[in-house]
């Protein structure tokens, strides 16, 4: 019997968007979905999107908040493009238009919040291990001006970024796993009304893990 290789990702597609991690297949079925006239309504490509895209980037968090500005903008692009098909917005409608009407963060925002949350998670369960200590002693480093590869620098930046210094990020682990807090640092707040009452008629066991938290 042969093995097959495992599948990588493809890094690029054919329109010109660098999208990490994310399959040109799964992107056609997000096009598909969105078509006019027979197209999918907004909640449901919103959360094919949520579930089967953006998911992706959730899971792969903690090891991104390093990434240089040139792939954050990359992916960045892809979100925006992707709020477009979702919305059937033209090429001329503000980011910060598409962000409220779809109820999502930022790429870099929704990275430096996973990232943070993972971190809080990790400190919380094993406060004694190796790793805790450097990034307890990461937060007493000035904050970096570049990469420099150096992840447990990156992941106390990350949490830097959204306002966390050391004095109120012990307060973040001593009420962990308060959902209230997280789920401010996670983004604007979602689902939309709309969205809520279509969850509502769902059976939560047998949607994605990704989905159940939207």
């Known amino acids: ?3 097959m290789a495992p599948k990588v990702p493809a890094t690029r597609l054919n329109n010109g968007l660098h999208m990490p991690m994310i399959g040109i297949g799964t992107w056609q ?3 598909f979905l969105s078509r006019g006239g027979n197209g999918a309504p907004c909640n449901i490509t919103r959360l094919f999107y949520i579930a089967a895209i953006r998911s992706l980037i959730d899971y792969c968090a903690p090891c991104l908040p390093g ?3 040139a792939l954050f903008q990359s992916l960045e692009v892809a979100q925006n493009d992707a709020m477009r098909t979702i919305l059937n917005a033209p090429r001329w409608t503000r980011i910060v238009t598409m962000l409220a009407e779809c109820g999502l963060p930022t790429i870099r925002h929704r990275i430096y919040a996973r990232a943070a949350l993972a971190m809080a998670r990790y400190l919380k369960t094993r406060p004694n291990s190796t790793l805790a200590a450097h990034l307890r002693h990461g937060f007493q480093r000035p904050p970096n001006t570049r990469p420099d590869g150096d992840w ?10 959204l306002g966390l210094e050391w004095l109120t990020w012990s307060v973040v682990i001593r009420i962990w796993p308060s ?14 009304r709309s969205f809520s009452r279509l969850a509502l008629t769902l059976n939560n066991n047998y949607l994605p893990f990704s989905a159940r938290r939207v």
């Open 152 to 161: 447990v620098h990156a992941m106390v930046d990350a949490a830097r970024a």
């Open 67 to 69: 990434l240089s500005d």
């Open 29 to 31: 079925a997000l096009l």
């Open 179 to 192: 959902q209230t807090i997280f789920r401010r640092l996670l983004g604007p707040p979602r689902p939309s």
């Open 1 to 3: 019997m042969t093995t």
